[in-house]
Nanobody, 123 residues
Framework: QVQLVESGGGLVQAGGSLRLSCAAS????????MGWFRQAPGKEREFVAA????????GYADSVKGRFTISRDNAKQTVSLQMNSLKPEDTAVYFC????????????????WGQGTQVTVSS
């Protein structure tokens, strides 16, 4: 079992930055690919970024490429999402997730989910 808890959300002006963190518990954390998803009010959950279990491979949604960076620290059992040049359309609840592999995360298939953290970007 893996438990995930997100933090770092908040209110930021357009063009600003936020860093989200996801703290995991469970001895199998390092065996999982990790990812970030987001869901805005009235919209479906969408993939944002993913990283392989080793951290050697990453994937991003086209909408965030060049602005967001996902990273992980298996020793600390954390995964982070650095968000730069934020836009109002980035406003959403951001969820941390764990899955079998990078490609499965990208496809939205995850085994564990956090409760989410709110990110609000004002114009």
């Amino acid at each position: 079992q893996v438990q995930l808890v997100e933090s770092g959300g908040g209110l930021v002006q357009a063009g600003g930055s936020l860093r989200l963190s996801c703290a995991a518990s469970g001895r199998t954390f390092s065996s999982y690919a990790m990812g970030w998803f987001r869901q805005a009010p009235g919209k479906e959950r969408e993939f944002v970024a993913a990283i392989s279990w080793s951290g050697g491979s990453t994937g991003y949604a086209d909408s965030v490429k060049g602005r967001f960076t996902i990273s992980r620290d298996n020793a600390k059992q954390t995964v982070s999402l650095q968000m730069n040049s934020l836009k109002p359309e980035d406003t959403a609840v951001y969820f941390c997730a764990a899955g079998f592999a990078l490609r499965t995360i990208v496809g939205g298939v995850c085994d564990y989910w956090g409760q989410g953290t709110q990110v609000t970007v004002s114009s």
